[in-house]
Structure formats: structure tokens, C-alpha cells
């Protein structure tokens, strides 16, 4: 066995250097994912400020994590929008670096046929938080102000009962002591039209796309007309609707992020210190051999 770690003390400061410049990577290849232009020096200065601030931030939501486990906070963050606006995008860098044991996502399917025979609200109950839980719904229980509306998987009698219903829902889960935030990301006609191109001419996207968002573009009018109804309806002082100009994917999660954390009042919440223990060792373990076939071949 090799255990140069436990004899060389420079080897776990080159590690965790390492893993830091890993890290990196990963975002760096979320950024090509985005079609960054490495080439232009004016779009690297701004990639390196967008770098800066996002890692900055997401320093601060994992204090905000911390914070929201010590106080037992209950956390509900919905992010709507038109398909293609960037929900998903901001989603993944808010949980990046978080614990999934306390922020998780939920992102529902279509209801199933019990489902539909339900409360509306009752799917979406199950996944409220507990103390010192954090959940970001990826779409919401404004489905039904939104694609059911519109295509016609409603009727105007459940629309209405929906609009009366869901001030009051918001309204218990505020007294519940849930912290209810609301984001809506919005884009030009354009700007999807762009980016649903893009999805049809890159394979590793075209997964994103399903019927329903082809539809949405032939009903983009329809569309706008539900979302007006329901940011007039449902914003309420207990839960009001914020919006999110998402043109620009990447200011868009530096503003939400921004903005999301100055909806508390968090703290550093302080840590004791950690000391790593020392191995137990035994004269008489001796480690058994993997068995070849076993062994995953290294490609790469």
C-alpha cells in the first residue's frame, strides 16, 4: 500500500489545489456549454468577472445553507418561465456547492391519472420543506396558470378556482413559517427563438426539447397573455412575483443569485474545528487484491 499522504504534508495542499482548479473545469465547461467565444479577449475578461462573482455568491449561499440548518428555516424557492428561459441554468449553479441532504430540487412530471383525481395542490405538498430545508421547485403549482391554460389540459372553471385558491395556499404557507419566493425568468421572442435553435442543431440538447416547447413558439401570444393574468393575480405581499431578465443567461443567475440572498437576514454561522483523525493500523490486516476482471479498463 502506498500512504504518502500520512508522510508528506505538502501532498494534501496540492490536492485540495487540484480539486479547486477541478472545479473550475466544471463551470469552464458549462461556459463552453453556453457557447462563450474563447477567442475574444472582451468575452474572457467577462468570463473571468462572471467566475469571480459566481464563485463569490456561491460562497455566500453556502453560509446561507448553513445559516438555514442552524435557525431550522423552511425554504421554498419556485422558478418559472417560458421554456428555454435559463430556470434550469440558474437551478444548477445554486446547488452546485450545496448540500443535497439540505437543498434539493423538484422537478415534478405530468400528474398521472390518480394524480389528476387529487387536490391540486396535494403533489406539490410532499415536497414542502421540513426545518433546515431549502427546495427549489423547477416549475410549480403555476402550471396550471401557465402550459395546462393554455393547452387546454384545464378547464376556465379550474383556471379560476386555481387563482382564487392559491393566494390563500401561499398565504398558510407563510404562517407555516415557509419563506415563499417567487421568480419569474423572462425572454424576448427572439431570444427563444434563438436558443431553440440551437437546441435542434446540438445533439447533446435536443433531449431538451419535447413536443410541448415546439408548441409553445406557435403559441408564444397565448402564452404572454397567461402570464399577465397570473403575475396580476397572484402577486400577493406574503409571496410576490419577481422577475428575472434572463436574455443574458449569465447576468441573469449573478442577478438572481444576488437578489436571492439578500432575501434573508443569514449570518456565518460558526464551525468548531475540525481535526482529522489518525488512521487505526493493525499488524495483522493485509489487504486483499481486487480481482482483475473486476477492474473498470482505464481508457483514459
Same mark, same amino acid.
Given at each position: 500500500?502506498?500512504?504518502?499522504?500520512?508522510?508528506?504534508?505538502?501532498?494534501?495542499?496540492?490536492?485540495?489545489?487540484?480539486?479547486?482548479?477541478?472545479?473550475?473545469?466544471?463551470?469552464?465547461?458549462?461556459?463552453?456549454?453556453?457557447?462563450?467565444?474563447?477567442?475574444?479577449?472582451?468575452?474572457?475578461?467577462?468570463?473571468?468577472?462572471?467566475?469571480?462573482?459566481?464563485?463569490?455568491?456561491?460562497?455566500?449561499?453556502?453560509?446561507?445553507?448553513?445559516?438555514?440548518?442552524?435557525?431550522?428555516?423552511?425554504?421554498?424557492?419556485?422558478?418559472?418561465?417560458?421554456?428555454?428561459?435559463?430556470?434550469?441554468?440558474?437551478?444548477?449553479?445554486?446547488?452546485?456547492?450545496?448540500?443535497?441532504?439540505?437543498?434539493?430540487?423538484?422537478?415534478?412530471?405530468?400528474?398521472?391519472?390518480?394524480?389528476?383525481?387529487?387536490?391540486?395542490?396535494?403533489?406539490?405538498?410532499?415536497?414542502?420543506?421540513?426545518?433546515?430545508?431549502?427546495?427549489?421547485?423547477?416549475?410549480?403549482?403555476?402550471?396550471? /396558470?401557465?402550459?395546462? !391554460? #393554455?393547452?387546454?389540459?384545464?378547464?376556465?372553471?379550474?383556471?379560476?378556482?386555481?387563482?382564487?385558491? =392559491? @393566494? &390563500?395556499?401561499?398565504?398558510?404557507?407563510?404562517?407555516?413559517?415557509?419563506?415563499?419566493?417567487?421568480?419569474?425568468?423572462?425572454?424576448?421572442?427572439?431570444?427563444?427563438?434563438?436558443?431553440?435553435?440551437?437546441?435542434?442543431?446540438?445533439?447533446?440538447?435536443?433531449?431538451?426539447?419535447?413536443?410541448?416547447?415546439?408548441?409553445?413558439?406557435?403559441?408564444?401570444?397565448?402564452?404572454?397573455?397567461?402570464?399577465?393574468?397570473?403575475?396580476?393575480?397572484?402577486?400577493?405581499?406574503?409571496?410576490?412575483?419577481?422577475?428575472?431578465?434572463?436574455?443574458?443567461?449569465?447576468?441573469?443567475?449573478?442577478?438572481?443569485?444576488?437578489?436571492?440572498?439578500?432575501?434573508?437576514?443569514?449570518?456565518?454561522?460558526?464551525?468548531?474545528?475540525? /481535526?482529522?483523525?489518525? !488512521? #487505526?493500523?493493525?499488524?495483522?490486516?493485509?489487504?486483499?487484491?481486487?480481482?482483475?476482471?473486476?477492474? =473498470? @479498463? &482505464?481508457?483514459?
Amino acid at each position: 500500500m502506498n500512504d504518502r499522504a500520512d508522510h508528506d504534508p505538502l501532498l494534501p495542499l496540492q490536492r485540495m489545489h487540484l480539486d479547486l482548479i477541478d472545479s473550475y473545469d466544471e463551470e469552464l465547461e458549462m461556459a463552453i456549454d453556453d457557447g462563450d467565444d474563447a477567442h475574444d479577449p472582451e468575452a474572457k475578461a467577462l468570463r473571468r468577472l462572471y467566475f469571480r462573482e459566481l464563485f463569490r455568491l456561491q460562497g455566500e449561499l453556502v453560509k446561507l445553507q448553513d445559516w438555514v440548518v442552524a435557525q431550522r428555516q423552511k425554504v421554498v424557492i419556485l422558478f418559472e418561465g417560458r421554456d428555454a428561459a435559463g430556470k434550469g441554468g440558474v437551478i444548477k449553479r445554486i446547488t452546485q456547492r450545496l448540500n443535497p441532504r439540505v437543498c434539493r430540487v423538484a422537478a415534478l412530471p405530468a400528474p398521472n391519472d390518480r394524480e389528476r383525481t387529487q387536490w391540486y395542490f396535494q403533489r406539490y405538498v410532499s415536497h414542502l420543506p421540513a426545518a433546515g430545508e431549502i427546495v427549489l421547485f423547477d416549475r410549480s403549482w403555476y402550471n396550471r /396558470a401557465g402550459v395546462e !391554460r #393554455v393547452m387546454g389540459f384545464c378547464t376556465d372553471d379550474e383556471v379560476e378556482e386555481f387563482f382564487r385558491t =392559491v @393566494p &390563500e395556499f401561499e398565504k398558510m404557507l407563510a404562517r407555516s413559517g415557509i419563506t415563499l419566493i417567487k421568480y419569474w425568468f423572462s425572454i424576448t421572442d427572439d431570444e427563444q427563438h434563438a436558443r431553440f435553435l440551437n437546441r435542434i442543431h446540438d445533439p447533446l440538447k435536443q433531449w431538451k426539447l419535447s413536443p410541448m416547447d415546439l408548441e409553445s413558439r406557435r403559441r408564444w401570444e397565448d402564452y404572454t397573455r397567461a402570464k399577465e393574468a397570473m403575475l396580476e393575480r397572484t402577486h400577493i405581499p406574503e409571496a410576490p412575483w419577481w422577475v428575472v431578465q434572463a436574455v443574458d443567461k449569465k447576468r441573469a443567475r449573478l442577478n438572481c443569485i444576488a437578489h436571492l440572498l439578500a432575501q434573508f437576514d443569514y449570518h456565518e454561522v460558526p464551525h468548531d474545528p475540525i /481535526a482529522l483523525p489518525a !488512521r #487505526v493500523r493493525h499488524a495483522d490486516y493485509i489487504r486483499n487484491p481486487v480481482p482483475a476482471e473486476m477492474i =473498470v @479498463p &482505464e481508457l483514459y
